[in-house]
Nanobody, 122 residues
Framework: QLQLVESGGGLVQPGGSLRLSCEAS????????IGWFRQAPGKEREGFAC????????WYTDPVKGRFALSRDNAKHVVHLQLNSLKPEDTAVYSC???????????????WGQGTQVTVSS
């Protein structure tokens, strides 16, 4: 059974950093993409970053480009999302999802994690 589990959320001050992780289990190959989504209170869910697991190709939206960075741990089927220079408007529930085929910004995501809260506040 395919499962995704996020971790690493929390409370951070503006300008601070967090690292989120998405651990994928039950995958029998490296042919999948991991997308990251976030949903702030009263707003629609938005996709903002993704990575194609087998070749490391990444994509970011403009609001997070240069501040957020994806990486992967090939041995463990874990994708890390480094959040830097965080702003109050980054406050949201962050979720990862898995799907195929690429490009990952258009991948149909079928498997979802439970989400982790990120709060940016002084």
């Amino acid at each position: 059974q395919l499962q995704l589990v996020e971790s690493g959320g929390g409370l951070v001050q503006p300008g601070g950093s967090l690292r989120l992780s998405c651990e994928a289990s039950g995958f029998t190959s490296d042919n999948y993409a991991i997308g990251w989504f976030r949903q702030a209170p009263g707003k629609e869910r938005e996709g903002f970053a993704c990575i194609v697991y087998n070749d490391g190709t990444t994509w970011y939206t403009d609001p997070v480009k240069g501040r957020f960075a994806l990486s992967r741990d090939n041995a463990k089927h874990v994708v890390h999302l480094q959040l830097n220079s965080l702003k109050p408007e980054d406050t949201a529930v962050y979720s990862c999802a898995a799907g195929w085929p690429p490009p990952c910004e258009r991948t149909p995501y079928s498997y979802w994690g439970q989400g982790t809260q990120v709060t940016v506040s002084s």
